[in-house]
């Protein structure tokens, strides 16, 4: 069984920063690509950055230039790091890895508040 767990949420300030981290338990596991969704209240989970084992990752247009992903195979984790934040980044942010099938994490919450 693959579980995924993230860890690094929390309340900031806009503008500043945040670094999430997901880590995954299976050893044996390695995913084809990993990223992460965000839900906010009262809106549909959105896709905002994945990145494949081999290739460039990929952003949703409102985090570019923003948010960066990457990965450490050697750990089977997956970062996202988010600068300059906006009270609209404020949502639940979940982990995904792929293989065969997908798995997802628990949800770390994000808020971004003065």
């Known amino acids: 069984q693959v579980q995924l767990v993230e860890s690094g949420g929390g309340l900031v300030q806009p503008g500043g920063s945040l670094r999430l981290s997901c880590a995954t338990s299976?050893?044996?596991?390695?995913?084809?690509?990993m990223g992460w969704y965000r839900q906010a209240p009262g809106k549909e989970r959105e896709l905002i950055a994945k990145i494949p084992n081999i290739g460039i990752p990929v952003y949703a247009d409102s985090v570019k230039g923003r948010f960066t992903i990457s990965r450490d195979n050697t750990k089977n984790t997956v970062y996202l790091q988010m600068t300059s934040l906006k009270p609209e980044d404020t949502a639940a942010y979940y982990c995904?890895?792929?293989?065969?099938?997908?798995?997802w994490g628990p949800g770390t919450q994000v808020t971004v508040s003065s």
């Open positions: 299976a050893i044996l596991f390695r995913p084809n690509v």
């Open positions: 995904y890895a792929s293989a065969a099938s997908t798995y």
